[in-house]
C-alpha cells in the first residue's frame, strides 16, 4: 500500500494502502491506513443483488449521510500532499474514473470525517472517499484515499484508487497505488485483479490479459530508467495479482531533468496508470459478461475475500497505530455502511 527507502521498502499493497507494509531505511513503518481501504474496506455496496453479501445483508436497514452536495462532487478526489506529477496524475486518474462511470455512481456518502482526518499527533492525515454504484450498475464502488504522515526517517505518502466491479459483470476490479517515501522514490502498484481462476479459465485469461494492451504496458514501465521490480513481502497479495501486474519501485535522481521522478511520472508512469485505466473500462463495458447463476457464489465469495481481507485485518489492525482507535473504527463502520 510504501517507502532511499524505495529500495528497501517492504509494502504489500491492495486497494487503498490495504497492503501496505513498509520499511523505511531498514525500519518498520506501520502498515498504512485506508487506502487499502478501497477493495477491503469497502464493504457491500452493490453486490445485493441476486445474491447478498454478508456485507450488504449487514448494510440494510443503516441510514447513509447523505449524498454531498458541494464543489468536492466536481473533482471527488484531490491529493493535497504528493509531488506535483503525482498529484496531477492521480487526480486526472480520479477525473478519468469519475467521468467514465458518472452515470453508473451514486454521489459519494462518505461523512465528512471520513473523507478528511488527522491524528492526535498532528503529524499525519488522510482521507477516504466511496462512490457507490447505481442498482443494475456493473460497478460495486469505487474508492480514493491519501494518506500523508510525517515520521522520523521521513515523509510517507500514499494515494490509492481502486475500481470494485458488481456481479453485472465478470470484469477485474482495477487497483492503482501511488506510493512516495521520499521526494525521489516511488512504488508503483497498478493492476487488473483477477475474479476467475486464470490457470482454470483460459477464456477469461485470454479475454482481459492476453487480448489486451496490459502486458505491453507493463513491459514498457518496465524500460524506465531506475525501475525494479517490486515484490511484496506478504504472499497473498501476490496471489491476487494478475500475470500483467505493474508493481515497480523507482529511484529518480535529485536533479532536475530526464531522470528526475518529476520526469518518470509524466514520461512513463502517467502514460502507464492511464493505459490501464482505460483497459478497465473497456473490460468493464464491453468485454465484461454478466455473472451467471452457477458462477455467481464463486465470484462472490473471492470479492468477498478481498474486503474482509483489507478492513477486518489490514485497516482495522493497522490504522489504529497511525491515527489512533477512534478515527480507525469510525472509517471502519463508515466503509461497512457502505457510505
Not at 465528512?112 to 492525515?125: I, T
Not at 443494475?136 to 521521513?154: E, K, N, Q, R, T
Not at 482454470?200 to 494492451?213: C, I, Q, S, V
Request: include cysteine; proline fraction near 6%.
Amino acid at each position: 500500500m510504501q517507502f532511499p527507502v524505495c529500495s528497501s521498502a517492504h509494502s504489500s499493497c491492495f486497494g487503498p494502502q490495504i497492503f501496505c507494509s513498509v520499511r523505511l531505511r531498514g525500519r518498520q513503518v506501520p502498515r498504512a491506513l485506508g487506502h487499502s481501504v478501497s477493495t477491503r474496506t469497502l464493504v457491500g455496496v452493490n453486490h445485493s443483488r441476486k445474491h447478498s453479501s454478508p456485507f450488504s445483508l449487514y448494510a440494510r436497514g443503516v441510514r447513509a449521510a447523505a449524498p454531498s452536495t458541494s464543489m468536492e462532487d466536481e473533482q471527488w478526489l484531490t491529493f493535497p500532499f504528493l509531488s506535483a506529477s503525482g498529484k496531477r496524475l492521480m487526480e486526472e486518474c480520479a477525473d478519468i474514473i469519475a467521468k467514465e462511470l458518472g452515470s453508473s455512481l451514486e454521489l459519494t456518502r462518505t461523512p465528512a470525517d471520513v473523507r478528511h482526518f488527522k491524528n492526535p499527533q498532528g503529524n499525519g492525515e488522510g482521507s477516504v472517499t466511496l462512490r457507490s454504484g447505481k442498482q443494475g450498475s456493473p460497478i460495486d464502488f469505487v474508492l480514493g484515499s491519501w494518506l500523508h504522515c510525517a515520521l522520523p526517517f521521513g515523509v510517507l505518502n500514499i494515494a490509492t484508487l481502486v475500481g470494485m466491479n458488481s456481479l453485472e459483470t465478470d470484469a477485474p476490479h482495477l487497483l492503482f497505488e501511488f506510493i512516495q517515501p521520499g521526494p525521489n522514490s516511488l512504488v508503483v502498484v497498478l493492476d487488473l485483479l483477477p475474479r476467475k481462476n486464470l490457470v482454470f479459465d483460459g477464456e477469461y485469461l485470454k479475454r482481459f490479459y492476453e487480448d489486451t494492451a496490459l502486458e505491453s504496458i507493463r513491459q514498457e514501465l518496465q524500460k524506465t530508467p531506475g525501475a525494479q521490480r517490486y515484490d511484496p513481502p506478504t504472499l497473498y497479495i501476490r496471489c491476487l495479482t494478475s500475470p500483467t501486474c505493474i508493481m515497480y519501485k523507482v529511484e529518480g535522481s535529485s536533479e532536475q531533468g530526464q531522470n528526475s521522478l518529476d520526469q518518470i511520472i509524466e514520461n512513463s508512469v502517467s502514460p502507464a496508470a492511464k493505459g490501464v485505466i482505460n483497459v478497465w473500462l473497456e473490460s468493464v463495458f464491453k468485454l465484461g459478461k454478466k455473472v451467471h447463476d452457477a458462477d455467481a457464489e464463486i465470484l462472490l465469495g473471492l470479492d468477498t475475500v478481498i474486503k474482509t481481507k483489507g478492513v477486518e485485518v489490514d485497516l482495522s489492525s493497522n490504522m489504529p497505530r497511525l491515527f489512533g482507535q477512534e478515527i480507525a473504527d469510525r472509517v471502519v463502520q463508515a466503509f461497512r455502511r457502505g457510505e
